[in-house]
């Protein structure tokens, strides 16, 4: 079903010379994936990307409201933006996402100045809502009740050179009581393998060397057309594909997680030694009011299998602190989960209220003090385990793929750039040695360890490898500056490093 209505906006505007664009995503990776998307799209239809530091004629907001006071941050930046608008007439203001498809048109009702709004379900209108909204000089709210396209069948506009993002399904079939996810996305729907492995290929023809298969619950993809190994397929399949270096997912769900994945993922070479999956609590008792319907004693075994098959995976979680209910047993259940399982990182949260969930409207909210208390003391043990599995590795052999936006650091000389398990690597150059684009493989060693990352200082044991990626990223930087250094690179290209857990992006 779509919903369309017109309010009163900003004067009609005629198009004159190519406008500029921005896009500033809010949430998880799911949304920085659909921002390139929205990237994409607006420049097929003509814009380009503003230029770092100027204002750009359409500003487009990516947003999340999976956590407690998006919409206030959102209300303020759209606030922020009604002055500016007052001294840029041309400015037209857009809204997509998850809190645009929760919120529809009470986003033009307090702030009218908006002139689009648009769900998750529609993004391939954004540039006809424009449009509409120009020559119309009203503003228009377009909210799909489901899929019109699918995501990745829309233009894009990589982030990266060298690294991508796939789509494989989008939508949720779980109910967990803490998630807006499955009333905003709506119930998953799978994209066709051959689809995914043609998006794959043209990426790697394209210079990519890694991509992210990307879903809410990757575990389930296939149930839609019935194939319950559809997932171990795909991996396989994809590794398959000659030129990729790096395969990896997010995010698995460990109810659905099956030991054919673990075969696929450990006789895959291209696959990653690494695994992201969430716990959310160690406690069966919250997992239960969380309706996530594993325990923590199938999440450990799955980790025995996964290290069982694969040598020296880093694994990392995500992990809720202060669910509603939880007591402190809870907590120290968690606590111990978090011991056994040795994660190389833990993305912690402090639970917070989301209007529309289930889990909103449970007795016993904890109060503000007892979360960040228990949340201090998760966060020290984990710091503690992930830097005594990250010293273990001092001394090893690492293959580090140069990350763009990590420009070589003028007080320490290094570069940074991701691990084969994803870990976050610091390099030292070797004096007088080239330096690497981003996307090229430098293999060098582990000489010490802090929580978060690995510091490679021995430049006796340094090694550059170009590849087809770092030609990319050269060809690229001729595109855009006109001056690529062949055989060198300077600083990075500024845009933001795609590797990791970006968490709020501006994209230009
Ligand atoms: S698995 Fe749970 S947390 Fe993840 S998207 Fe689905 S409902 Fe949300």
Redesign the pocket.
């Known amino acids: 079903m779509s919903e369309t209505i017109s309010l009163a906006a900003s004067p009609g505007q005629p198009r004159a010379t190519p406008r500029s664009y921005e896009v500033r995503t809010y949430g998880c990776q799911m949304n920085v994936h659909d921002s390139e998307r929205l990237s994409g799209l607006l420049s097929d239809a003509g814009y380009h990307p503003a230029e770092a530091g100027a204002q750009a004629d359409v500003v487009v907001f990516n947003t999340c409201a999976v956590r407690e006071n998006a919409d206030n941050r959102l209300y303020g930046n759209l606030g922020r933006l009604k002055e500016i608008k007052r001294e840029h007439p041309g400015l037209q203001i857009a809204v997509g996402g998850c809190l645009a498809q929760k919120d529809r048109d009470t986003i033009v009702q307090r702030a009218p100045w908006v002139d689009v709004v648009f769900g998750t379900h529609n993004m391939g209108s954004l540039p006809a809502l424009l449009e509409r909204a120009r020559h119309n000089a009203e503003a228009q709210v377009e909210i799909l009740e489901s899929l019109e396209q699918f995501p990745s069948t829309l233009p894009t506009k990589r982030e990266s050179a060298y690294a991508g993002w796939v789509s494989i399904s989008v939508g949720?079939?779980?109910?967990?009581t803490?998630?807006?996810?499955?009333s905003l996305?709506g119930k998953e729907k799978d994209r066709r393998p051959g689809d995914i492995l043609a998006e794959v290929e043209a990426l790697v023809a394209d210079g990519v060397i890694e991509v992210t298969l990307l879903g809410?619950?990757v575990n389930s993809y296939g149930a839609e057309f019935r194939d319950r190994g559809a997932f171990a397929k795909l991996l396989r399949a994809a590794g398959q594909i000659e030129g990729l270096e790096r395969l990896r997912f997010t995010?698995p769900?460990p109810a659905a997680f099956t030991d054919d994945v673990i075969a696929a993922m450990a006789e895959t070479p291209s696959v990653m030694p690494q695994l992201h999956m969430?716990l959310?609590s160690g406690s069966d008792r919250i997992l239960k009011v969380m309706r996530?319907s594993y325990r923590s004693s199938r999440f450990l075994g799955i980790l025995d299998r996964v290290r069982a098959a694969i040598p020296n995976p880093a694994i990392t979680t995500d992990i809720i602190v202060g669910f509603p209910g939880e007591t402190e047993e809870d907590f120290q259940q968690t606590l111990d989960v978090v011991e056994q399982s040795r994660f190389a990182q833990a993305f912690t949260f402090q639970y917070s209220r989301r209007p529309g969930t289930p889990a909103a409207d449970l007795p016993e909210q904890l109060p503000k003090e007892v979360v960040q208390e228990r949340f201090e003391r998760l966060v020290a043990l984990q710091d503690r385990i992930a830097r005594e599995e990250n010293e273990k590795l001092i001394g090893s052999e690492v293959e580090v793929l140069i990350a763009e936006g990590e420009a070589r650091k003028a007080d320490s000389g290094r570069l940074s750039g991701r691990a084969r398990d994803n870990r976050l690597v610091h390099v030292a150059l070797p004096e007088g040695a080239s330096t690497p684009r981003p996307g090229d493989m430098v293999t060098t060693r582990v000489t010490a360890a802090g929580s978060y990352f690995l510091l490679a200082d021995d430049t006796n044991h340094y090694q550059l490898r170009r590849t087809p990626a770092g030609d990319a990223w050269d060809r690229r930087q001729a595109d855009s500056c006109g001056v690529p250094a062949p055989g060198t690179s300077g600083s990075a290209s500024g845009g933001a490093t795609m590797l990791g857990m970006p968490a709020i992006r501006t994209r230009g």
């Open positions: 949720c079939n779980n109910t967990c803490f998630c807006i996810v499955p996305r809410q619950n995010s769900h969430p959310q996530r």
